[in-house]
C-alpha cells in the first residue's frame, strides 16, 4: 500500500472517531439536560408538598387543641359532679368507719382512766404509808442515834449485832467454824471473853473484837464550824486509840492457844472507820504495832468469806485425803488378794498334775485300775452297779489285765 493510502486511511479513520464523538456528547448533553429538568420538577414537587404538610400538621396541632381544652372542660364538670356526690357519701362513710374504729379505743380509754384512778388511789396511799413508815424509821433512827452517844453498852451490842450478822453472811457457821463469848484465863484466872474466835485450818485462831467510838464521830458529823468539826475529830481518834491499847493489854494473841498473833479491831460503822484512819494516816500502823489490825466492815466480810474459802478447800483436801487413804487401802488389800490368787493357781496347778496322775492309775496307765475291774465283770464278776460310761471311754486296754 502506497503511502498516500496508508495516510487517506487513517485520516478516514480520525474522522469518523472525531465525528462519533461528537455525535455521543451531544447525546449526552441532550440527556443530562432532561434529567436537570426532570430533577427541577421533582424539587418543586416536594417542596410543594412539604408546605402542604407543615400546613396539615399545624392544622393538627390546633384541632387537637381545642378538641383538649374541650375534654378538659368536659372532665372538669364531671369531675366536679363526681367530686359533690362521693364527698356526701365518703364523708358519711368515714364517719361510720371512724366512729367503729374508735369505739374499741374509747372503751379501752375508759378502763384505763378507771384503772389509772384506782392505781393513783393506791398509789397515794402507798406513798401515805411510806411517809409514815419512813417518818418511824427515822424516829427510830433518831433514837437509836441517841441511845448509841448516851450508852456505852447500847453501842456494844450493836456493834456485836453487825459483827453476828457479817458472820452470818460470809456463810461460816457458828459452833463449827467460829464461836462467840469464849471464855479464856490468863496466868492470875482472871476470865476474858473476846467477841468471836474464828477457827482457820491447821488449828490456828482468828480473834475478833468489836469497839464501837459513835458519840465523838456523830458530834463531828453534826458540828457546824471547822473548829468544832476539829475538836470532836480529835475526840473521836482519842477514842479509837483508847479502844486499841485497851485490847492490846488483853493480849488475847497469848491467851487463847493457836492465836495467829494479830487481833482484829472491828469498827462496825464504815463512816467512822473511814473518817479516823483519814485523818490520822499513821492509826493503822500505831495499832499494827501493838498486835492490833483496824478493819471496817467491808474488809471483815472480805476476811470472813477468805476463811470461808479456805474451809471448803481444806474440806476438798481433806476428801482428797480420805480418797487416797481409801485408796492405798483397796490396794494394799488387792495385794494381798493377788498373792492368795497366785498361791490358788499354784495351788490349781499342783492339783491338775496330781489328778492327771490319779487319772493315769484309773483309766489310761498299764495296770490301770478299771480296766482290771472291768475284766473282773468279763470273767463273771456280777457288781449292782455299773462303770460310768465316760469312765470306761477314756479306759485304755490293758495287756495285762
Same mark, same amino acid.
Given at each position: 500500500m502506497t503511502p498516500i493510502l496508508i495516510l487517506v486511511a487513517f485520516l478516514a479513520l480520525a474522522a469518523g472517531y472525531f465525528a462519533g464523538r461528537f455525535?455521543?456528547?451531544a447525546a449526552a448533553d441532550a440527556r443530562s439536560a432532561e434529567l436537570q429538568r426532570a430533577l427541577q420538577d421533582m424539587q418543586t414537587q416536594? =417542596?410543594? #408538598?412539604? *408546605?402542604?404538610?407543615? #400546613?396539615? &400538621?399545624?392544622? =393538627?396541632? $390546633?384541632?387537637?387543641?381545642?378538641?383538649?381544652?374541650?375534654?378538659?372542660?368536659?372532665?372538669?364538670?364531671?369531675?366536679?359532679?363526681?367530686? &359533690?356526690?362521693?364527698? !356526701?357519701?365518703?364523708?358519711?362513710?368515714?364517719?361510720?368507719?371512724? @366512729?367503729?374504729?374508735?369505739?374499741?379505743?374509747?372503751?379501752?380509754?375508759?378502763?384505763?382512766?378507771? &384503772?389509772?384512778? !384506782?392505781?393513783?388511789?393506791?398509789?397515794?396511799?402507798?406513798?401515805?404509808?411510806?411517809?409514815?413508815?419512813t417518818q418511824t424509821v427515822g424516829k427510830q433512827a433518831e433514837e437509836l442515834t441517841r441511845a448509841l452517844r448516851g450508852n456505852t453498852k447500847v453501842q456494844?451490842?450493836?456493834?456485836?449485832?453487825?459483827?453476828?450478822?457479817?458472820?452470818?453472811?460470809?456463810?461460816?457457821?457458828?459452833?463449827? /467454824?467460829?464461836?462467840?463469848?469464849?471464855?479464856?484465863k490468863d496466868e492470875q484466872r482472871d476470865n476474858y471473853r473476846p467477841d468471836v474466835v474464828v477457827h482457820l485450818p491447821d488449828k490456828r485462831e482468828l480473834i475478833i473484837d468489836a469497839k464501837v467510838s459513835l458519840s465523838a464521830y456523830v458530834n463531828y458529823v453534826n458540828a457546824e464550824d471547822e473548829v468544832e468539826q476539829a475538836r470532836f475529830m480529835k475526840e473521836h481518834l482519842q477514842s479509837v486509840r483508847k479502844h486499841i491499847a485497851e485490847l492490846s493489854a488483853k493480849r488475847y494473841d497469848k491467851l487463847v492457844?493457836? =492465836?495467829?498473833?494479830?487481833?482484829?479491831?472491828?469498827?462496825?460503822?464504815? *463512816?467512822?472507820?473511814?473518817?479516823?484512819?483519814?485523818?490520822?494516816?499513821?492509826?493503822?500502823? $500505831?495499832?499494827? @504495832?501493838?498486835?492490833?489490825?483496824?478493819i471496817n466492815p467491808t474488809n471483815l466480810l472480805m476476811a470472813l468469806q477468805l476463811t470461808y474459802n479456805l474451809w471448803q478447800s481444806e474440806k476438798q483436801s481433806a476428801n482428797v485425803r480420805d480418797i487416797y487413804a481409801s485408796a492405798e487401802k483397796l490396794y494394799n488389800k488387792?495385794?494381798?488378794? #493377788? !498373792?492368795?490368787?497366785?498361791?490358788?493357781?499354784?495351788?490349781?496347778?499342783?492339783? %491338775?498334775?496330781?489328778? $492327771? $496322775?490319779?487319772?493315769?492309775?484309773?483309766?489310761?496307765?498299764?495296770?490301770?485300775?478299771i480296766s482290771r475291774l /472291768? %475284766?473282773?465283770?468279763?470273767?463273771?464278776?456280777?457288781?449292782? &452297779?455299773?462303770?460310768?460310761?465316760?469312765?470306761?471311754? #477314756?479306759?485304755?486296754?490293758d495287756d495285762e489285765a
Open positions: 455525535t455521543a456528547r416536594k =417542596a410543594v #408538598a412539604e *408546605a402542604r404538610l407543615q #400546613a396539615e &400538621r399545624v392544622q =393538627a396541632a $390546633e384541632t387537637a387543641r381545642r378538641q383538649a381544652e374541650e375534654l378538659k372542660k368536659e372532665f372538669h364538670a364531671i369531675a366536679s359532679d363526681l367530686a &359533690r356526690t362521693e364527698s !356526701e357519701s365518703l364523708q358519711h362513710r368515714h364517719t361510720e368507719a371512724l @366512729r367503729a374504729l374508735l369505739h374499741p379505743f374509747d372503751a379501752d380509754l375508759k378502763r384505763f382512766y378507771d &384503772r389509772f384512778t !384506782e392505781g393513783n388511789v393506791a398509789m397515794r396511799t402507798n406513798i401515805e404509808q411510806l411517809i409514815r413508815q456494844g451490842n450493836w456493834g456485836e449485832g453487825i459483827l453476828a450478822d457479817l458472820l452470818e453472811a460470809s456463810g461460816l457457821r457458828i459452833g463449827q /467454824e467460829y464461836d462467840t463469848q469464849v471464855n479464856v492457844p493457836g =492465836a495467829i498473833g494479830y487481833v482484829l479491831l472491828f469498827i462496825p460503822n464504815e *463512816a467512822a472507820y473511814v473518817a479516823a484512819v483519814s485523818s490520822a494516816p499513821e492509826l493503822s500502823m $500505831e495499832a499494827y @504495832r501493838k498486835q492490833i489490825i483496824l488387792f495385794t494381798l488378794f #493377788a !498373792e492368795s490368787f497366785a498361791k490358788l493357781g499354784d495351788n490349781l496347778q499342783t492339783l %491338775s498334775t496330781t489328778y $492327771e $496322775e490319779a487319772q493315769k492309775r484309773l483309766t489310761t496307765g498299764r495296770g490301770n485300775i /472291768e %475284766s473282773w465283770r468279763e470273767k463273771g464278776l456280777t457288781p449292782a &452297779r455299773s462303770m460310768p460310761d465316760a469312765l470306761l471311754d #477314756a479306759t485304755a486296754d
